[in-house]
């Protein structure tokens, strides 16, 4: 049987909870900032996993960042 590790465990987490809250605010502005900010954090999360925090931190504020973007366009009904 396998176990997990506790970096397992924490990026498994992190991503149920980015999840959770995605997409939240009502105005375009707070819903990129929110995707941007769990988008940074979870990179952090997985780029932690192979010492490089700070490089999946900037790659997820990127991603978060234009993710929260275009679920407000979808929301929208732009997209």
Do not use: E
């Not at 498994?12 to 929110?34: E, K, M, P, Q, Y």
């Amino acid at each position: 049987m396998k176990t997990l590790s506790l970096k397992t465990l924490t990026l498994a987490t992190a991503l149920i909870a980015t999840l959770g809250i995605a997409g939240c605010g009502t105005t375009t502005g707070t819903r990129t900032a929110s995707g941007a900010l769990m988008g940074a954090a979870t990179g952090a999360a997985i780029g932690s996993l192979s010492a490089q925090a700070g490089a999946g931190a900037l790659i997820g504020l990127g991603v978060g960042t234009l993710g929260g973007y275009l679920y407000d366009q979808h929301r929208r009904g732009n997209l």
